[in-house]
T-cell receptor, first 114, second 116 residues
């Protein structure tokens, strides 16, 4: 089974609107971390936001927030007030506390339309 | 403030040649990871170091691949007898172990390998 599933290969959003990128995960560990990364066309993976499995509050970092629904095993990324520079690939990732690997999804390509 | 750096950024080689990539992590980070990313996919884990010890290797890592991290600082990834299927972006990431075991990885810009 896939550890991380991102079901949206591509998304479009109007500039200044909000957009939600979906991510579901699969783990039997109680302790794990969930991460979102942005990868522009230049190729570098840029860390955006982190959510720990024991965190009760949804993580927020500026225009990014993580909608964490533990029972549903989902960790959706919400980008508010989209900007043209947000156009990129977005990857959801998970690390289980018992392991050393990061598991990445296949990514969602976001295009912001002026 | 310097992030993770990787050299070279691009490498073109002929099939059968050996190549070596270097990664310099963030200086205080004790963990270092190598990933491979092909077009349209997320990064795939290759191997992981804690300080100088290589603690985990993916089954993806064939015998032609070897990684080192002498003295727990920079790391090198060598691919021997390259094949066209090795063409990919090779990403390095580093992190600092946190007490509860879920640490954030910071990535370098990657080395794009093309095998002709």
């Amino acid at each position: 089974a896939q550890k991380i599933t991102q079901t949206q290969p591509g998304m479009f959003v109007q500039e200044k609107e909000a957009v939600t990128l979906d991510c579901t995960y699969d783990t039997s560990d109680q302790s794990y971390g969930l991460f979102w990364y942005k990868q522009p066309s230049s190729g570098e993976m840029i860390f955006l936001i982190y959510q720990g499995s024991y965190d009760e509050q949804n993580a927020t970092e500026g225009r990014y927030s993580l909608n964490f629904q533990k029972a549903r095993k989902s960790a959706n990324l919400v980008i508010s007030a989209s900007q043209l520079g947000d156009s990129a690939m977005y990857f959801c990732a998970m690390r289980e506390a018992t392991g050393n690997q990061f598991y990445f999804g296949t990514g969602t390509s976001l295009t912001v339309i002026p | 403030d310097t992030g993770v750096s990787q050299n070279p950024r691009h490498k073109i080689t002929k099939r059968g040649q050996n190549v070596t990539f270097r990664c310099d992590p963030i200086s205080e980070h004790n963990r270092l990871y190598w990933y491979r990313q092909t077009l349209g996919q997320g990064p795939e884990f290759l191997t992981y170091f804690q300080n100088e010890a290589q603690l985990e290797k993916s089954r993806l890592l064939s015998d032609r691949f070897s990684a080192e991290r002498p003295k727990g600082s920079f790391s090198t990834l060598e691919i021997q007898r390259t094949e066209q299927g090795d063409s990919a972006m090779y990403l390095c990431a580093s992190s600092l172990t946190l007490s509860y075991g879920t640490d954030t990885q910071y990535f370098g810009p990657g080395t794009r390998l093309t095998v002709l």
